[in-house]
């Protein structure tokens, strides 16, 4: 008997979310690791910009891997595959760009018009998206989406159309009794990491309360979660706006950091890059968005700074990924420390 | 993938890392003035749609540093290219300006393939105070708003070039125009360069149509402009987009009734583009043949044949020859690495580097320089390089580019 | 018939502008079936349709430079194009079955980077220039303006494509087996039939056809490494808005985008592109299964 064709195993998804506590010792440690999940990922990323080729890169990396994580939500842990994504990356790039370069807000309160404008697309993309199911949801949001493109495209006085939005300068950022360089690769850094410390933070409280634990229901078998008395569509709205929020956050993380929007940001192969971190560095896992992140934007500018002719080795690692590590580097690491451990 | 290479791009970066934060950066930057090469970053899109324009602004870029080097270099200092791939993408040649400026610690940037990526590069140098040479064209690049004391613009831009064409083309061909134009700035920058030009031989606009930036088929729009049957069709697009239309307007007959024209012709489209080009009138930077009146050009062109296997450069190659070669010569005329003074110099700088005589306008540092008309052939060509048939000359005078007020610039 | 006018627009010029759509429709039609069809199939997600579509331009270009026969061409690109086609399905998809659907998504998303790198490395960066063959160069007169005579026969070599399409699978044995494997993989298995060479065929044949596309468009536009990128886009439109796995649906939904995009480049040039995914958006939200697509099945 042969296996069903691919697509059909999605529901299922992999179930890699939290590592079971087992009897050995390294289920132990997992299990430990697990409880302080957050506290480990800072750990790393608050080392990673010493051991990243330069700062800059460190910094994209962090907003990619936020990025991977909000879409993580929606992919990993709730089983809905969205090609929609760019629309809530570019949103907020474009709320806190625009709201800094056009109306010279303070970059916290930029922050926050990002991430609300980014929020409003995704719940105004949602409620039409949430209909549909499987291909046709990932295709929805693709359409959806590329309309939200061509019309932040027309917007020219405000985006800036095809030339991108310029002059989101923040050279010196003031809070209450600080004042930071951003000019400083390194203080841009922690500074960019004290706000994705806190979305990871939110994130890993969002995914042990109950409605995580609903969301991960719904992704294991849907129908089940619907006559447990869950109200799926609902439950799949909220998270799909909580996906986009954390995206837009990501996004207007990075308007300040390059200092500009560029109109690519809205585009679906911007959505494909979420799907490609977030498999990459391991779907449904929680540190693995920022592994994938970290692998791919080191694989590309790496393998630029090499050769011309990158894409080749790009694509040829992407197909050995697929074939020989399916769950994603740190899903395979997770899968390998639980069978030594037992 | 773990190789050698990665752990030791790793273990730079940790060094610099470090380095970085036990020394304040300002005491680096000094630090990095005095000894050691002149560092100028070149962000070009190596892969993508302009690979092959950019690989050829590299190898004529590299030109000018081996000449600088063999001059002698400046106080025995010599230069290097530090080139990285922007791939056409304005986040990725922000982030890689930002490697070139925090880690590799250029002195200078110069390079640049499509408005968005080159505003994107001017926008994160200009606040780091690094010098930044565009050899891209873009409008917006000379307006105050973009405009940074670092700026500087050695290409052409829409306007000059989009008005050298139609001053030359309206009067012979004829007064009812069509354009078709690509949706972005940098076509509609182009449309209001005719339109401006236009003005003195009293052309009336028949269509002013525009498509959506790489659309892979034009015939939706052909068979209405075919119906008015004007005088002149300007396709105000770029790259693949204007080798495709103008193939597809050859296609659907317009060469019948209508000169077609194309304000920035490609020497590299030309010869993706193949005799669908035939006749197309534009106008462009460079074109080798300028060497049979130019003897800079000739010498130019001689050096890079040398250079290259008896390769000729192309426009945007001969622009990253000149775009490095303006900024060293700036260098060598301060007497100095330091920011203010090259800016100085650069801003008095008259000099014939391949083309003819060039200068940069004060308010804006747009190079006033020539633009050179030029018919597309390809029946009797002496070489396989010889694609073009050079009309005429439109010799360099500030007359032709917008004023410092329009662009927002104070006296 | 010229002071006949619909909105401003002459009632030569919306005919002319009729057929084209039509003509760009044929092209859509071609890609469309193709992903559709290992779509339907397989519910594989085809990443790298485009690149099969640009590398098949490339063969049939390569080899009229050498043959100077563009009908050698026409057979030896979807020719050529099925052989990998074949060769990627059973090395590189078949060890995913039983995965989940964005496994082969991501691998033929990495397959197209190493096709359009390997195209450049051979074939350089700009691309080669291509004109239509000299027998059907020129424009004919339809009576209501001059049309191209190379799209004029695109059109009618695409409906003969399709023709013989839609007998190989509504009339042979081995059509049937497709029809039924759409329907239920796992009935076809156990009637004996060995689905898995249903699917390495199923694959073969829609790059057949996508590389068959190509090296018809190539005479429209020319041959760049990059070509095949917004063809990927508009044959995921048309297969959205045909209905996943419908022929019919395909080319339904082909015509209908061509049509659409020349209406709006009359309208509202600068919309074409937006038009495209608007109309995917709007299918989708009133009819997700697309225009002629099975319920059910793939939901």
């Known amino acids: 008997m042969s296996p069903p064709a691919p697509g059909h195993a999605l529901a299922q998804g992999t179930p890699l979310a939290a590592p079971r506590p087992g009897s050995g010792r390294t289920g132990r440690w997992l299990a430990l690791a697990s409880r302080h999940r957050v506290a480990l990922t800072l750990a790393f990323l608050v080392v990673f910009p010493w051991i990243a080729p330069y700062q800059a890169l460190a910094v994209n990396i962090l907003v990619l891997g936020l990025y991977a994580l909000g879409f993580n939500l929606l992919f990993g842990y709730t089983g809905l595959l969205s090609f929609g994504h760019a629309a809530f990356l570019g949103g907020g790039a474009y709320g806190s760009g625009i709201a800094i370069a056009h109306y010279g807000l303070h970059p916290a309160l930029a922050l926050v018009a990002g991430t609300l404008l980014a929020t409003l697309i995704a719940a105004a993309m949602g409620v039409l998206a949430i209909r549909t199911r499987g291909i046709y949801f990932a295709m929805t949001t693709l359409a959806l989406s590329m309309c939200v493109y061509y019309v932040f495209y027309r917007a020219e006085s405000f985006t800036g159309g095809e030339n991108g939005l310029r002059g989101i300068n923040v050279p010196v950022l003031t809070l209450p009794g600080l004042r930071l360089d951003l000019l400083d690769p390194m203080v841009k850094y922690y500074a960019v990491l004290a706000v994705v410390g806190g979305a990871v933070w939110l994130f890993s409280r969002l995914l042990s309360s109950p409605f995580g634990a609903a969301l991960e229901a719904i992704r294991e078998n849907e129908g089940r979660a619907q006559a447990c008395g869950y109200d799926v569509r609902r439950m799949k709205l909220v998270a799909f706006v909580i996906s986009g929020a954390l995206c837009g956050l990501a996004g207007a993380l990075q308007a300040i950091h390059l200092s500009i929007v560029p109109i690519e940001t809205m585009h679906y192969s911007t959505s494909g890059q979420a799907v490609m971190m977030a498999l990459l560095g391991g779907m449904g896992t929680f540190f693995g968005p920022f592994i994938g992140a970290a692998t791919f934007s080191l694989l590309q500018d790496g393998l630029a700074t090499l050769t011309s002719h990158w894409q080749l080795f790009v694509g040829a690692i992407f197909i050995a990924f697929v074939l020989f590590l399916p769950l994603g580097i740190w899903g395979e690491v997770l899968a390998r420390l639980r069978r030594t451990g037992w | ?411 | 018939m010229n002071d006949i006018s619909i909105g401003g627009f002459p009632l030569d010029l919306l005919a002319l502008q009729l057929v084209t759509g039509v003509a760009l429709g044929a092209i859509y039609v071609l890609v469309g079936i193709g992903l559709s069809l290992i779509f339907g199939l397989m519910n594989v997600v085809n990443f790298a349709h485009g690149a099969f579509f640009m590398v098949g331009a490339y063969v049939g270009v390569f080899l009229y430079g050498y043959t100077g026969s563009f009908w050698l061409s026409l057979v030896a690109a979807p020719l050529a194009m099925g052989l990998l086609g074949l060769a990627v399905e059973r090395v590189l998809v078949r060890p995913l079955y039983g995965r989940g659907i964005d496994d082969p998504l991501l691998l033929t998303f990495g397959l197209s980077y190493v096709m359009v790198e390997s195209v450049r490395i051979a074939f350089g960066l700009t691309g080669l220039p291509f004109g239509a063959p000299p027998e059907l160069r020129g424009a004919v007169d339809l009576g209501i303006g001059y049309f191209p005579l190379y799209r004029l026969f695109l059109i009618a070599f695409s409906l003969t494509v399709v023709g013989a399409l839609w007998l190989f699978i509504e009339r042979t044995s081995f059509g049937l087996v497709i029809r039924a494997g759409a329907r239920d993989p796992q009935i076809v298995q156990v009637l004996g039939i060995e689905i898995s060479k249903v699917w390495l065929a199923v694959f073969g044949l829609g790059c057949a056809l996508a590389g068959l596309a190509g090296i018809l468009a190539a005479p429209l536009q020319g041959v760049t490494p990059e070509m095949g990128i917004p063809v990927l886009a508009e044959a995921f439109v048309v297969t959205v808005v045909g209905g996943m796995g419908s022929l019919a649906g395909a080319v339904l939904a082909g015509l209908l985008v061509g049509i659409v995009v020349a209406m709006t480049s009359l309208v509202a040039p600068d919309m074409t592109k937006m038009a495209i995914f608007a109309l995917m958006a709007l299918v989708l939200l009133v009819r997700p299964r697309g225009l002629l697509g099975r319920a059910g099945a793939l939901g």
Request: proline share 4%.
């Open chain 2, 1 to 411: 993938m773990t190789t050698g290479f990665d752990r030791r791009r790793l273990l730079q970066g940790s060094a610099a890392a470090s380095a970085l934060a036990l020394a304040a950066p300002a005491l680096l930057r000094s630090a990095a003035a005095q000894g050691g090469p002149i560092k100028i970053g070149f962000p070009v899109p190596l892969t993508g749609a302009f690979g092959a324009e950019a690989n050829d602004q590299v190898r004529a870029a590299q030109l000018a540093i081996k000449e600088f080097n063999e001059a002698g270099g400046f106080q025995g200092r010599q230069a290097e290219l530090l080139v990285r791939d922007d791939k056409l993408n304005p986040g990725e040649a922000a982030g890689r300006t930002l490697e070139l400026i925090e880690k590799d610690k250029v002195n200078f940037l110069v390079g640049g393939l499509s408005a968005a990526v080159t505003l994107s590069i001017n926008n994160v140098a200009r606040e780091r105070r690094v010098i930044y040479n565009s050899i891209s064209q873009s409008d917006a690049i000379n307006e105050a708003k973009d405009f940074g004391r670092t700026t500087f613009h050695e290409a052409l831009n829409p306007h000059m070039t989009a008005g050298a064409v139609g001053r030359y083309v309206f009067p012979k061909s004829g007064k009812r125009v069509a354009f078709l134009s690509a949706d972005y700035a940098y076509g509609h920058e182009m449309v209001r360069g005719f339109k401006r030009a236009g003005e003195a031989s009293g052309i009336e606009v028949v269509a002013d149509i525009r498509h959506p930036i790489g659309a892979s088929d034009y015939s939706a729009f052909l068979p209405r402009i075919a119906a008015l049957k004007p005088d002149v069709l300007c396709l105000c697009n770029f790259g693949r987009d204007q080798v495709v239309s103008i193939q597809q307007a050859t296609e659907f007959g317009l060469k019948r009734n209508t000169k077609l024209v194309a304000p920035v012709l490609l020497f590299t489209s030309r010869k993706a583009g193949g005799e669908a080009f035939d006749g197309v009138i534009g106008g462009t930077s460079y074109y080798w043949r300028l060497e049979d009146t130019v003897p800079s050009a000739k010498a130019f062109n001689d050096r890079f044949r040398a250079a290259y296997n008896g390769a000729v450069p192309s426009d945007y190659g001969a622009l990253g020859y000149a775009g490095v070669r303006s900024v060293l010569e700036g260098v060598k005329a301060a007497g100095s690495v330091e920011t203010d003074k090259v800016v100085t110099a650069m801003e008095g700088l008259k000099a014939d580097f391949y083309k003819g005589p060039q200068s940069f306008r004060k308010c804006d540092h747009q190079l006033v320089q020539s633009v050179l008309i030029v018919e597309s052939k390809s029946k009797g060509l002496k070489t396989p390089d010889d694609v073009f048939t050079i009309l005429g000359t439109e010799g360099p005078d500030e007359r032709f580019l917008r004023g410092c007020d329009e662009l927002g610039h104070k006296a």
